[in-house]
């Protein structure tokens, strides 16, 4: 019984928002400028800190065919090439926290696929962040696993 009123009502108050956020624009000059006398400046604070890199002669990577689920763990010299079915990876360098050699590698490769002239990967991996800077390809995975250090 009152519901057609109602719906008229609110309808036409829909209708008209528009209309009424045209005709009073806001002033934000004013409201700015009131905010920067309630800025107060931070003290700056260091929050990095350098550590030391140290190469290492070899480092694991380890590759996944993802369509037939074979999985191998590569130990490469720097400059040596590895493969698992038409990926070829070669590393270039590993690099290793001086005071945790155990600790993150980051490992410097590149990866080709078959044998085609560019890469498919071209740079620098993290162990602990493999997300960082992966390889994007439908068929492989590649992780940097770890630096040898002796």
Not at 105 to 110: C, V
Request: aromatic share 8%; with cysteine.
């Amino acid at each position: 019984m009152f519901k057609a009123p109602i719906y008229a009502s609110i309808a036409a108050l829909f209708l008209a928002l528009p209309a009424l956020a045209q005709d009073d624009p806001i002033d934000l000059t004013e409201l700015l400028q009131g905010l920067e006398s309630d800025v107060v400046p931070l003290e700056p604070v260091q929050t990095q800190r350098s550590e030391i890199a140290l190469t290492a002669e070899s480092g694991v990577v380890r590759v996944l065919d993802k369509l037939t689920g074979d999985r191998i763990d590569l130990t490469l010299q720097s400059g040596e090439t590895g493969h698992l079915g038409f990926l070829l990876v070669t590393l270039n360098e590993c690099r290793y926290p001086e005071n945790n050699p155990a600790g993150d590698a980051f490992i410097s490769m590149r990866i080709h696929y078959r044998d085609e002239a560019a890469p498919v990967f071209s740079g620098w991996m993290i162990a602990s962040s493999p997300a960082l800077n992966a390889l994007d390809h439908q068929r492989y995975d590649v992780w940097a696993l770890r630096c040898i250090t002796s």
